[in-house]
Structures are given as structure tokens and as C-alpha cells.
């Protein structure tokens, strides 16, 4: 059995094998160059030559793929990242088809057509709010996003002052605003004020007068959308005031009726 110093004697040969594998002078050796004659030009022309025999169509499909997925940590928006992505995939699938590597081929493959879905969602939902703003205001294209609920006569969905953290659009039956007592039909958007309010509450009670189903999507899915895409954070900064605007409308015509109730109330009187 080997002593104590025998033993410090093969780790001190082993830490040196170790360190002279490591030497400027072994890798210089292993890449074809004399230690003792070494010059720039040398190494220079000796680094081309590497990287000229490794140049093959497969790596070379590899490293355009590795641009597109740098240009996705560059990108800030989602449509242009998914296409850099697609694009992405595409060439690394391509690399590993030609490589031999299955694994890789597989795997890029997959992700090519979800990335591709996602785009294409992403795009529907830019090109359905830009027509919502142009007439369009049920917002139906958000269902993709939203998740069912159902309601049954009499149930209270929200009251007035409640703490507001989703909007909600009607598929079936019928509800009511009650402090304004206007009916919402199938296809109305509810809760959308309390997204843009600071103290985030709800503005007005709303109860279920018809057994009826909602879709909800949480504020901060809808704020992820938002961000992901600008463009669409726009249309729904547009499709928000649209419905203020309504409201607004709604409540100055309510005003005007009760003004004119008024003062044919006083002409009868008078009279």
C-alpha cells in the first residue's frame, strides 16, 4: 500500500501532466505549428486553413440559423422575433439534416411549425383589431386567447367599487348594467374600463338576467398581448376609448331625456 508520500508524489505527476497538456506549446503542436518558429503569418494562415476544411454547406446552414437566433435576443417586438425564429429553425433543421444529426433535424423541425402557428395568431389578432376600430367592436377575435365561464339568472358577475383584474365578453344570454340599466347582448365586452384605471376597479355593477356564457382573459394576459405587439396595444387603446366614448354618449342622452322630462313637467304645470 502506498505512503503518505508516495501518494503527494503521482498527484504532483498527475497535476503536471495535467498542466503540460495545457501548454501554449501542445496546442500549437496539435494544430500543425513549430513552437520554436512560430509568427503571426503562420498562424494566421494556419487558423484559415482550419476554418477553409471546415467550411461545408452544413455548417454553413448551421451558422446562418445561430444569425437568426442572435437576431431573436436583438428583437423587442414578438411578430419579427417568431419570423427571425422561423427562420432560425429552418436553417438549423437544414444543418442537422445534412450533418446527420438527427436529434437537431428533429428537434428544429418541431419548432418550425409552432413557431409558425404562433405567428400566424399573432398576425389574425393585429389584422382583426385594425378592423375593429374601423367598425368592428366585438372583440371576438380575442376569443383564442380567453377562457369560458358560465352565469346563471341572477348571479352578480361584478359590482361597482370590486377590485378589477379581467375583461369579459358575452357569447349567450343577457346581462345588465344596473346603475345605467342597459342591457349587454351576445357579443358585448365588459370590465375593458377598469384595464386603463389606475386603482384598477370596477366602474359599474353587472348581474346576469339571462342564463348565459362568458369568455374572460386576465389583464395581465391582455397586457402581455399588449407588449408583445405595439401595434395591437394601439387598436385596443382605440377599441377602449370607442367604448368610453359610447358610454359617454349613452349617459349625456339619458341626461337629455331627463332634461327634457323636466321642462315638459314644468310646461304642465305651469299650464
Not at 508524489?9 to 503540460?20: G, H, Q
Not at 378589477?164 to 351576445?186: Q, R, S, W, Y
Amino acid at each position: 500500500m502506498p505512503s503518505g508520500a508516495d501518494l503527494s508524489t503521482i498527484l504532483n505527476r498527475i497535476l503536471d501532466a495535467a498542466a503540460d497538456n495545457f501548454r501554449i506549446a501542445k496546442i500549437l503542436i496539435q494544430m500543425g505549428l513549430d513552437p520554436d518558429n512560430i509568427t503571426y503569418d503562420a498562424l494566421f494562415n494556419r487558423l484559415l486553413e482550419i476554418v477553409l476544411a471546415n467550411i461545408t454547406l452544413a455548417n454553413l446552414l448551421g451558422l446562418i440559423g445561430a444569425i437568426f437566433f442572435v437576431a431573436t435576443l436583438l428583437t423587442q417586438t414578438m411578430v419579427p422575433l417568431r419570423i427571425a425564429n422561423m427562420f432560425g429553425c429552418a436553417f438549423i433543421a437544414a444543418y442537422g439534416a445534412l450533418a446527420g444529426n438527427v436529434a437537431t433535424f428533429l428537434l428544429y423541425l418541431l419548432l418550425l411549425p409552432i413557431n409558425a402557428i404562433r405567428l400566424r395568431q399573432m398576425l389574425n389578432l393585429v389584422k382583426k383589431a385594425r378592423s375593429a376600430t374601423q367598425g368592428d367592436t366585438s372583440m371576438e377575435w380575442l376569443k383564442p386567447f380567453m377562457t369560458e365561464r358560465k352565469y346563471r339568472k341572477g348571479d352578480v358577475l361584478f359590482r361597482k367599487g370590486d377590485k378589477a383584474d379581467e375583461m369579459l365578453l358575452t357569447v349567450t344570454g343577457k346581462f345588465l348594467v344596473t346603475e345605467i340599466g342597459v342591457e349587454l347582448p351576445p357579443g358585448r365586452l365588459m370590465g375593458e374600463l377598469g384595464f386603463l384605471t389606475p386603482n384598477k376597479q370596477r366602474t359599474a355593477t353587472v348581474e346576469c338576467i339571462e342564463d348565459g356564457q362568458v369568455l374572460t382573459i386576465t389583464y395581465e394576459k391582455l397586457l402581455e398581448i399588449y407588449f408583445q405587439n405595439p401595434q395591437f396595444g394601439y387598436y385596443v387603446l382605440v377599441l377602449t376609448s370607442q367604448r368610453l366614448l359610447e358610454n359617454i354618449s349613452r349617459l349625456e342622452g339619458i341626461i337629455a331625456q331627463e332634461k327634457t322630462a323636466r321642462q315638459t313637467l314644468a310646461t304642465d304645470d305651469i299650464a
